[in-house]
């Protein structure tokens, strides 16, 4: 299983674009790069998923080089609501996925 | 669908009680995980289970812990004898065709005094 690091702790003001950054050096071929959120007495909620290139959905972007060794979760225009533990997992869809320290996100008004 | 249910929401229990965690999956899914959250270890994978068979238990942290799964729409994690660093969030999760997206309960707050 690829191992992941991302920052501990990113601050953020309402409105802003924030990017969060996961390394993942080891990434094999067959591993996806999903990326789940966590709010404070929830379970995490998934966000996004991608393989290469550019993801988008109504929540946020995924972006991920030609090389696949890092990724970059993008949240437009952040709310108060966005506060949460940012998780990046890499790994294919047959093996289970390992959830690190993830980054907690914290937006100010 | 309601999601994942879990139940109870909390539970608060004398050391060497008997701890049963109750789960019930999405309708469909085939594949139920069983996790534990606290803040020095952070999430920790214990058990999963496809079309209710145990496939990895790894992460079952001793023989005071047991997991099962009777049919598709049910799964338990016991704790016998509970002990006071069992005291933890517990969470359910299942997913569809693999392990790539998973969809989470809200948890059990497990409390072992």
């Known amino acids: 299983l690829a191992k992941t690091t991302q920052p501990i702790s990113m601050d953020s003001y309402e409105g802003q674009e924030v990017n969060i950054t996961c390394s993942h050096n080891n990434i094999a071929t067959n591993d996806y790069i999903t990326w789940y959120q966590q709010f404070p007495s929830q379970g995490p909620r998934f966000i996004i998923q991608g393989y290469k290139t550019k993801v988008t959905n109504e929540v946020a972007s995924l972006f991920i080089p030609a090389d696949r060794k890092s990724s970059t979760l993008s949240l437009p225009r952040v709310s108060l609501s966005d506060t949460a533990v940012y998780y990046c997992l890499v790994g294919a869809h047959t093996d289970k996925l390992i959830f690190g320290t993830g980054t907690r996100l914290q937006v100010f008004p | 669908d309601a999601g994942v249910i879990q139940s109870p929401r909390h539970e608060v229990t004398e050391m060497g009680q008997e701890v049963t965690l109750r789960c019930k999956p999405i309708s469909g899914h085939d594949y139920l995980f069983w996790y534990r959250q606290t803040m020095m270890r952070g999430l920790e994978l214990l058990i999963y289970?496809?079309?209710?068979?145990?496939?990895?238990d790894s992460g079952m942290p001793e023989d005071r812990f047991s997991a099962k799964m009777p049919n598709a729409s049910f799964s338990t994690l016991k704790i016998q004898p509970s002990e006071p660093r069992d005291s933890a969030v517990y969470f359910c999760a299942s997913s569809f065709g693999g392990l790539g997206i998973q969809y989470f309960g809200a948890g059990t707050r497990l409390s072992v005094l």
């Open positions: 289970f496809n079309n209710n068979v145990p496939i990895d």
